[in-house]
């Protein structure tokens, strides 16, 4: 499966079908069955078996047709969907990745805890068996997207006699379960994108389990990787908050100084770096295996997010300081490139925390990147139930 053939496909696929004949679901549904939704998927799940990169051809030729609303759905592309090909049974894929990727079902994480977040594989929330069933209990925070959700990606503690990271067993949590709670988190910037959720009584079907029993962390561990490539690997600079930023310098010529120059290119070349760093991470991916790596991606874009938002604070001056809108809603996602200047700076506060925090990050990128030697760790293999909490 080569580039012209890919093309060619593309090309048929829009003879065949006018967007302007269907409704946007209805096209969705059509291209995924063409396998032209994402083209390194396996034949009948959305691809065609071709390499990653051959993306780019599809994505070229259907620009300016229905999309799926990527903002909205990016947990599920970005996290739940890679998760689900490595590991999920094949009814599992097949029922879940044409509405994941056609947006008709939206997705969450339900990873981090009150007293696991940075410790994730210190979790408390349980999995009980019972039957062909699970009974969940627990609670969940930080869970972005999680009032819009149909599912959500779960990991909860199946025994805690064992030692931390091999008592967790992975799931698809069904949102629509009437113990599912869910409570909105007003942020900063006055949304709420994200919320806590209780878990009270849920009950799983183990056909709804990914992965073995107790392979939990090794699953976890391939959502969290393409987790941290999906949110670090940007694009061209002109497409972030820099481009933004270049924008509003050259708009304003009579704000602007050597000093602030200088830091812009400073930026903008940092933004460069990232960009062919995202790149070649993005080739990694086409085995389907992202590295840790993707942590550093993802601590380097925290930072240059902080670092622009700033700057652009800074260069527009009392302008900066204005902010849209405080009221308090349910946002449906994340608009860094279509907000002002203050939601920005605002936002971009919490990119050092999402997806693994920057000093969690660090550790990741020093033992398993540098291959310095690890931080004395005592807990590990203590039975769960026996570490202080």
Not at 31 to 55: I, K, T
């Amino acid at each position: 499966m080569d580039a012209t053939t890919v093309r060619q496909r593309a090309e048929a696929f829009l003879a065949e079908h006018d967007p302007s004949g269907l409704s946007p679901l209805d096209w969705l549904r059509a291209r995924f069955d063409a396998g032209l939704a994402w083209v390194h998927f396996p034949e009948g799940l959305g691809g065609l078996g071709a390499p990653r990169d051959l993306q780019g051809v599809v994505d070229q030729l259907f620009r300016g047709t229905p999309d799926n609303n990527p903002g909205r759905i990016g947990i599920g592309l970005g996290m739940a969907a890679p998760t689900i090909l490595a590991y999920g049974t094949e009814e599992q894929k097949k029922r879940f990745l044409r509405p994941l990727w056609t947006g008709e079902e939206v997705w969450c994480q339900l990873f981090s805890e009150p007293g696991a977040g940075s410790d994730l594989a210190g979790l408390a929330t349980r999995a009980v068996r019972d039957g062909d069933d699970w009974i969940v209990d627990g609670q969940k925070v930080w869970t972005s997207s999680a009032h819009l959700a149909r599912w959500g990606i779960l990991v909860a503690r199946h025994d805690p006699d064992l030692p931390k990271h091999r008592g967790l067993t992975y799931f698809v949590c069904d949102m629509e379960d009437p113990g599912v709670e869910v409570r909105p988190l007003r942020q900063i910037t006055g949304e709420a994108e994200f919320n806590e959720v209780f878990l009270t009584g849920v009950r799983l079907g183990d056909d709804l389990r990914l992965g073995e029993v107790g392979d939990g962390w090794r699953v976890a561990q391939t959502t969290l990787m393409n987790e941290r490539v999906a949110i670090g690997a940007s694009g061209s600079p002109r497409r972030t908050m820099m481009g933004v930023f270049t924008e509003a310098w050259q708009a304003r010529p009579d704000l602007r100084s050597h000093d602030l120059h200088r830091r812009a290119l400073e930026l903008w070349v940092q933004g460069e770096v990232m960009r062919l760093t995202g790149q070649r991470l993005r080739e990694q991916l086409l085995a389907g295996h992202p590295g840790p790596e993707g942590s550093g991606m993802k601590l380097l874009f925290a930072r240059h997010h902080q670092e622009v938002s700033a700057l652009e604070v800074e260069f527009l001056r009392e302008d900066g300081l204005t902010y849209d809108d405080w009221t308090f809603r349910r946002a449906d996602g994340v608009d860094f490139l279509g907000r002002g200047a203050g939601y920005r700076y605002l936002r971009a506060k919490g990119n050092s925390i999402e997806g693994g925090t920057s000093e969690i990050l660090r550790n990741i990128v020093a033992e398993r990147v540098l291959g310095l030697p690890a931080e004395p760790r005592t807990d590990v293999a203590a039975p769960w139930k026996d570490l202080p909490r």
